[in-house]
């Protein structure tokens, strides 16, 4: 029977003998296996295998003793498969999804795959990277042209309507403003146009309010409504005399004509008209019949 019974970590029951032959039995709990180990006054003789242990392991993958293995002695198991490089080019090569504008060019034979963009913009007004423009670094094309001032005063009203004569709102368009302008403007001012032409004095003014009131109310026009006062020479047709005489009528002046000639009026009551001494020559007397 062992004198001695020595308690080593993660093993049991360890026991030495005083016989000559020193025997070290290390029993591992886990698995039940039984290492002996035989001395003899210090020196090691031996290793045995199992002594009386059961549900432990004898050999792996055919060795035994120390043993050190590595994944090529390892079987591969089919839900925990080894890395190759193969394995990775083909997982990546079914994950991979080609998009609007890519595309993949896979090479099995060197396992390369080659992603290829097409369309994409390479570079934006001579910028790459992180492109940030605004308008001063945009020209101008032909049909979205930039605000100007001068633009908005020559801007042609297209489709301007003048059918609402209505207050401008705050929410009315320039184009719908200017319509609305345009018509109380046309409206008001065909009031102004009739009031204007209106000559029945549609306000009512007396003379005294424009300063008349010594004024008769009378047409000075008619030579008849005039009673007293002196009217102008040009105020006088050309028929009548400052006088009030006209010309070539019975009792009144006679006019010369246009040539300084007497007018053809009668003269059979021209008598005894003076006749100077004839110097020679013959005398004719006219007469009407």
Known sequence: MPDVIVTI???TNVTVDDAPATSVVVIFPASNYVVTTVIDRGILFGVEGPQGATGGVNTINGQSGNVTLDTSEIPENPSALYFTNTRVYTKVKAALIAGSNVSFTYNDANQTITIAASG?????????????????????????????AAR???????????????????????????????AQITANLSTLSAHIADTSN?????????GLGNVANVDTTNASNISSGTLSDSRLS?????????????????????????????????????VSPSTGGDLYLFYNY
């Open 9 to 11: 970590p993660g093993a």
């Open 238 to 274: 050309a028929n009548v005399t400052t006088q009030g005489n006209t010309f070539n009528t019975a009792n009144k002046l006679v006019q010369l004509d246009a040539s300084a000639k007497l007018p053809a009026v009668d003269g059979s009551q021209l008598t005894n008209l003076p």
């Open 202 to 210: 549609p306000h009512s003014v007396t003379k005294v309010q424009v």
């Open 152 to 182: 908005v005063r020559d801007a042609v009203l297209t489709g301007l309507s003048t059918a609402t004569n209505a207050i401008i709102s705050a929410t009315d368009s320039v184009l719908s403003a200017f319509g609305k302008l345009q």
């Open 120 to 148: 994409n913009v390479l570079s934006v007004n001579g910028q790459t990277g992180a492109v940030v423009l605004n308008t001063d670094n945009i020209n101008e094309g032909s049909t979205n042209l930039y605000f100007t």
